[in-house]
T-cell receptor, first 115, second 114 residues
Framework: GENVEQHPSTLSVQEGDSAVIKCTYS??????FPWYKQELGKRPQLIID?????GEKKDQRIAVTLNKTAKHFSLHITETQPEDSAVYFC??????????????FGKGTKLSVKP | EAGVTQFPSHSVIEKGQTVTLRCDPI?????LYWYRRVMGKEIKFLLH????????ESGMPNNRFLAERTGGTYSTLKVQPAELEDSGVYFC????????????FGPGTRLLVL
């Protein structure tokens, strides 16, 4: 089955710096890759997603890149702010087969942005 | 539009007891998922409903876990009897389409088995 590895497990940056979180997946059939942000005590919320027919997607300070050949995808946050501090989860899923739609998550990255 | 809701928010029970968790998905969402996060580990898939039918329950740990979604609306997840390793945060998520679409998560139920 699918396995998603996420690095680093913790990341500390200064306000205004960039942050990069990387994930690799094992199942080449995976074709949907969402990123969730979970603030302390709150629910995971989707911040950006990418489908396998696209190599890069950007939304203001957040961008995601996907390399299907290498089976890895990354989250990039520019001009970080203290409110970006949270745990970020990457995930992978596919749109066919018995497990269609089921999200397979990485272990999470705890991002701390220091003022 | 109301988001996914879960009840209770917290539950502390003793080993051997029974606990039932409830999830109310976003209205109109046919797809409902249960996930679990054990302390320090990844969020893991448990099962997926399409309306009232179990599409995939390959992630259910064992037969102490029973999920239902009668009528295709809210869902319950019962753990009986609970064991120490069942402690964690149980998330419910829902989506309109089963694939390539945002899954909206509930706030989770924090279960502690003593």
């Amino acid at each position: 089955g699918e396995n998603v590895e996420q690095h680093p497990s913790t990341l500390s940056v200064q306000e205004g710096d960039s942050a990069v979180i990387k994930c690799t997946y094992s199942d080449s059939a995976s074709n949907y890759f969402p990123w969730y942000k979970q603030e302390l005590g709150k629910r995971p919320q989707l911040i950006i997603d990418i489908r396998s027919n696209v190599g890069e997607k950007k939304d203001q300070r957040i961008a995601v890149t996907l390399n299907k050949t290498a089976k890895h995808f990354s989250l990039h946050i520019t001009e970080t702010q203290p409110e970006d501090s949270a745990v970020y989860f990457c995930a992978a899923s596919k749109d066919y087969g018995g497990s269609q739609g089921n999200l397979i998550f990485g272990k999470g990255t705890k991002l701390s942005v220091k003022p | 539009e109301a988001g996914v809701t879960q009840f209770p928010s917290h539950s502390v029970i003793e080993k051997g007891q029974t606990v039932t968790l409830r999830c109310d998905p976003i209205s109109g969402h046919d797809n409902l998922y249960w996930y679990r996060r054990v302390m320090g580990k990844e969020i893991k898939f448990l099962l997926h409903f399409v309306k009232e039918s179990k599409q995939d329950e390959s992630g259910m740990p064992n037969n102490r876990f029973l999920a239902e979604r009668t009528g295709g609306t809210y869902s319950t997840l019962k753990v009986q009897p609970a064991e120490l390793e069942d402690s964690g945060v149980y998330f419910c998520a829902s989506s309109h389409s089963p694939t390539l679409e945002t899954q909206y998560f509930g706030p989770g139920t924090r279960l502690l088995v003593l």
